[in-house]
């Protein structure tokens, strides 16, 4: 049996970040999550915070696949969001798993954690797509990348409509 070419699969897009509910960050972070399933992408999340978890509820409700990378070793783990659980058992480790798992990482809010995830995506060359005007370390990565040496496009979005312009332009989306 062959592997199937690249073009063959389903791409993949990383939900990483934070945003508490009722912010405009989370009602982004939910919108996007209902685009990434009505363009066919595959959404990853961790689901470890409200916005990674609403991204991924919404992209299930829409018809979405849904892959959940989780730090613990518990594959029982009950009304995860997804269609595939990853439970990797490498605590924070896990985070490198989450910058290789997508063809591109959205950026949402985000604080140590997410600042490891895109340090992590950024050296394995992943285009950034992170969320601007909604506040969070997302909010200043366009102007403040990881470092200098430009490993891959960061592209920033602030409306739904930014956000599929976005995935449209990395070729992500060819329907």
């Known amino acids: ?22 912010s405009p960050a989370y009602d982004l972070a939910a919108s996007a999550g209902e685009l990434i399933a009505r363009l066919g992408l595959t959404l990853v999340s961790g689901c470890g915070s409200p916005a990674t978890r609403v991204a991924a509820e919404r992209a299930l409700a829409a018809g979405g696949t849904v892959v959940s990378i989780v730090p613990s070793d518990d ?9 595939v659980l990853i439970p990797c058992g490498m605590g924070d480790a896990r985070n490198l798993l989450m910058a290789l798992a997508g063809d591109a990482c959205l950026v949402i809010g985000g604080r140590a954690g997410t600042k490891s995830e895109v ?7 992943r285009p950034l797509l992170p969320l601007t005007g909604c506040g969070g ?8 990348p990881p470092d ?11 409306s739904v409509a930014t956000l599929e312009s976005q995935l449209r332009a990395l070729g992500l989306v060819t329907q």
């Open 137 to 144: 370390w997302s909010d200043r990565l366009d102007q403040d």
């Open 119 to 125: 340090c992590l995506a950024w050296l394995h060359r």
């Open 75 to 83: 594959i029982g783990l009950k009304d995860w969001p997804c269609t």
């Open 1 to 22: 049996m062959t592997t199937p070419p690249a073009s063959a699969r389903p791409r993949q897009v990383c939900v990483l970040g934070s945003a508490e509910p009722g």
């Open 148 to 158: 200098e040496r430009g490993n891959s496009p960061i592209l920033p979005w602030n």
